[in-house]
């Protein structure tokens, strides 16, 4: 199991940029698949980006896609979400998630360990 904690959230004006970070606690972290999801308020939790065990290979999804990077330092335990070119529509709460194996896990349900969020505000 892993222990996730989610920072760096805030409240920025659109066109800015804010980094995520995910510390995690746990054996298992250099071996886990970490995702990046959101849920916007009244909207479903929806996936935006998964980085490999070994950092080698990103996902995004479409809407984030060149305007988004996941990294990861196995390191220091600890994921990030680098957000740039920020719009009104990226606001949500952003979790940080986990699952241990090599694959693109998509669906929420698919991740084993979450953190407890963090809110990102962008304002127009």
């Known amino acids: 199991q892993v222990q996730l904690v989610e920072s760096g959230g805030g409240l920025v004006q659109a066109g800015g940029s804010l980094r995520l970070s995910c510390a995690a606690s746990g054996r298992t972290f250099s071996v886990s698949t970490m995702g990046w999801l959101r849920q916007a308020p009244g909207k479903e939790r929806e996936f935006v980006a998964a980085i490999l065990p070994s950092g080698s290979s990103t996902y995004y999804a479409n809407s984030v896609k060149g305007r988004f990077t996941i990294s990861r330092d196995n390191a220091k335990n600890t994921v990030y979400l680098q957000m740039n070119s920020l719009k009104p529509e990226d606001t949500a709460v952003y979790y940080c998630?986990?699952?241990?194996?090599?694959?693109?896990?998509?669906?929420?349900?698919?991740?084993?360990?979450w953190g407890q969020g963090t809110q990102v505000t962008v304002s127009s």
């Open positions: 998630a986990a699952r241990r194996g090599t694959g693109w896990y998509l669906r929420d349900d698919e991740y084993e360990d």
